[in-house]
């Protein structure tokens, strides 16, 4: 079946950086498209970035220019590097595969294979 493991994640102030893995167990994660999305507080979950199988990333809205995405293929990991977290970057962040990337790949309906969530929260 396959499972995605979270880590990382945390609380900071604001401008700071965290990191976050996710761990593919039972699932090569460079074949998958891979994405994090965000659930913030009386938000739905929503796509923030994704790496397709070939590399290539979309980031969406204000994480752009602070969020990276990577994996590391040996590893089987993949990442969220987030920087100059702002407050509105609080919420759970969940990493998650598909087998390809739709084009409306930041709908959660669009990807089968889930992390638990791992919390974020960002104070001023």
């Known amino acids: 079946q396959g499972q995605l493991v979270q880590s990382g994640g945390g609380s900071v102030q604001a401008g700071g950086s965290l990191r976050l893995s996710c761990v593919g167990l039972e699932l090569h994660l460079s074949w998958y498209c891979m994405a994090w999305f965000r659930q913030s507080p009386g938000k739905e979950r929503e796509g923030v970035v994704r790496v397709e199988s070939d590399g290539s990333t979309s980031v969406i809205g204000t994480a752009e220019g602070r969020f990276l995405i990577s994996r590391d293929g040996a590893k089987n990991t993949l990442f969220l590097e987030m920087n100059s977290l702002k407050p509105e970057d609080t919420g759970m962040y969940y990493c998650?595969?598909?087998?390809?990337?739709?084009?409306?790949?930041?709908?959660?309906?669009?990807?089968?294979?889930w992390g638990r969530g791992t919390q974020v929260t960002v104070s001023t």
């Open positions: 998650a595969a598909s087998r390809r990337c739709d084009p409306t790949w930041w709908v959660p309906i669009k990807f089968g294979w």
